[in-house]
């Protein structure tokens, strides 16, 4: 009886053959699919995400006529639309020139267009729009977000009056959302001028002694009234409630959603465990590692909404030069939520082998790629880099079944193209990554040939 080698065996064994490669995108979030905190149901009555989709696309429909529009027709060079190609624009769609401005302003704080230095580009959610109903809310909610830009606040209103009422609006739409109905206009100019109180005092804006120069408490009413009619004007403006004549004012189904989606990210951040908010990268990751994504997005904008731009991205980066592949992972998702700012910083770190396919994967989302499609960027040694470096975050922080799963999504066509392909990779972890998936297959002859690749980079046999 003849007997093979395993690599020969395995090439031969046709149960053995890799599944067709899976995303890498998906790949490197292979270790935070085992989560602790149940994610949160909305209120009753909320409805499904496809239809709360289907009416974000309703809101935004001139916005990605306009977007889809200007990817082929305009002037790629400039990240403005030209007089010129507003008029061209108006006549092809069909829209007035202040329909076409307005819906370009839309479609970039929607993230439908993207801003790369003086240059705009599609964004990868104009790709996904007909098909991602998440990718289609969460460009909503950027825009429900972006309110106050959307509709100018009143030319003759000081910037300081308009700033404080911006910042009590989410107080009116929190009894907006507690109400569930109609709230009449006095009731909401109420609680907006309890709250700007409240914001003054807070900033020790309180005035002591006579003030002669100060209006009369009485002629305040009139700038926080006015402002209050532009906050609803604004909300209304981006779809997030209806105005009975002004009297009263209703969420709409998707600014009711909006803003349950963002108390829960408020009592998410101020129920963590660790005080993630106020520790230091390292810590704060680790504490977002037990999070689902879309809580962990809400805890790094609020750490990084406590630092400044450069320390933070500073911080985040020295956490990715770490050991701890997890933690590598989890400072480049927290870095997309930095974006644009963070650019310089992260370009000058893909020279170091580490962190180089993180950060070309990172460069090519922030030129617009789709996430699932960004990995076409890394050549098939970086690419095999990065998988050996999830490997290692999974067999550190995962399950053995995880290993087993993330072995699916290698580049590579065959195990014995994968062993070889991460002996020549010279990860660090490349012996105690192949350890544990030897460890933990079932298959005797994969695990045998898998347990010789460890050995042999360890002896440093080639």
Partial sequence: MTSRKPDEQLARNSRLRLVRPQSLATA???????????APRPPEGTPAPSELARQARVVLADAV?????????????????????????????????????????RARLAGLVELHGDTARPGWRLRAWDRDDMAVLRGWVALFDAWSLVHPAPEDVAPTAVAEVVEAVPQVLS????????????LLLDLLQQRVAELREERCEVPYGPQPDLPEAGQEDIPVSALLHWALQGLSAVG?????RGRSATLTPLGNWAVWVKLEQICVAAQSPAGNIEQSA?????????????PARAEYRAWLAARTVPSAVAELLAVARGEDALLRGLAFEALRVVGAPAEAEVRATADEPSLRPYVLLWL???EGADPE??????TRAEATWLWVDTAAAVADHGEPELLLRHLDSAVQGTVP??????????????????????????????????????????????
Avoid at 79 to 91: D, F, G, I, K, V
């Fill in 373 to 378: 499609d960004a990995a076409d960027v890394l």
């Fill in 417 to 462: 193209a994968l062993l070889e392909e991460v002996r020549a990779g010279g990860h660090p972890r490349t012996v105690q990554v192949l350890v544990a998936l030897a460890a933990a297959h079932p298959d005797p002859a994969l695990a045998k040939a898998v347990r010789r690749a460890a050995f042999q980079v360890h002896t440093g046999d080639a």
């Fill in 282 to 294: 390292e810590d704060m990751l680790r504490g977002c590692a037990r999070l689902t994504p879309g």
């Fill in 28 to 38: 490197r979030r292979a270790v935070t699919t085992r989560r602790t905190r149940p």
């Fill in 240 to 244: 997030a409630l209806t105005l009975d």
């Fill in 65 to 105: 006529r306009i977007a889809r529009w200007a990817a082929v027709e305009r002037d790629p060079s400039s990240s403005q639309l030209t007089e010129r190609s507003q008029q061209r624009a108006a006549a092809a769609l069909e829209l007035t020139p202040l329909q076409v401005r307005a819906g370009w302003d």
């Fill in 364 to 366: 090519a989302e922030q």
């Fill in 175 to 186: 009894l907006l959302q507690l109400s569930a109905g109609p709230v009449l206009v006095p």
